[in-house]
């Protein structure tokens, strides 16, 4: 296995290679080379290097509701991303992977919007009749979150991956978790006459969530463009 020392020495190295200087980007790219040589260190193995995960709190169990899930897959398309899910003993946890700087900003996003859907889904059930069925509200609870998704996809542009970068993707998720399980989530149950007023509240209430602008502009056109 390579040491980590190595491997933070190559990276500070082709870091340095895109300096304006052009006598020190020389000699710092040709030192890279020279280290990823001896050390047998494969471009693959360097873009994964700089892979990481950020892990993200849920309020869900052991099978996450769909719009959790369709959240999280909202903002992996916007930020490159990949996620995983798990569930520790009490609570159940959203880990999002990919590229360092990618992953600290996806979790980030995800947990605010996540924050946002919570509250507006709660607001909304606070408006619904106290004399209807539990199934009844968690049905209408759940059309509102999924439309409520819907909403929020104007906040972000989805990039394209690359099969490159799925590959690497699935080799750092391989090497990291092993063989996982496909996810099962909760399904929504099929709506009736009258939820069609869930999915009307829920895409408005999506449609006016906020997310910073470093993260929705700058941010995000550093991690794609750069």
């Not at 933070?8 to 000699?27: F, P, T, V, W």
């Not at 080379?33 to 360097?46: D, F, P």
Request: charged share 25%.
């Amino acid at each position: 296995m390579i040491p980590d020392r190595v491997m933070r020495k190559i990276q500070r190295c082709l870091a340095l290679s895109k300096s304006d200087n052009g006598n020190e980007a020389g000699i710092a790219l040709r030192q890279a080379q020279v280290l990823m040589a001896e050390h047998g260190v494969s471009q693959e193995a360097l873009a994964i290097a700089d892979f990481d995960v950020a892990s993200v709190d849920t309020r869900a169990g052991r099978t996450p509701p769909r719009y959790l899930e369709s959240l999280a897959q909202l903002v992996n398309a916007a930020f490159g991303t990949t996620t995983v899910y798990s569930w520790r003993g009490v609570k159940g946890v959203i880990e999002f992977l990919g590229p360092r700087d990618a992953v600290l900003i996806a979790g980030y996003s995800f947990e605010v919007l996540q924050r946002q859907l919570i509250r507006d889904r709660r607001n909304f059930l606070c408006t619904q009749s106290p004399r209807l069925k539990r199934m009844t509200k968690i049905r209408r609870g759940d059309a509102f979150a999924e439309a409520w998704v819907v909403g929020v996809r104007k906040l972000v542009r989805p990039m394209a991956m690359t099969d490159e970068m799925k590959t690497l993707h699935r080799t750092y998720r391989e090497r990291r978790f092993g063989a996982l399980d496909m996810l099962t989530t909760r399904e929504r149950q099929p709506l009736r006459r009258h939820d069609h007023v869930a999915v009307e509240a829920g895409y408005e209430a999506g449609s006016s969530a906020q997310l910073s602008a470093g993260v929705t502009r700058t941010q995000r056109e550093g991690l794609t463009h750069g």
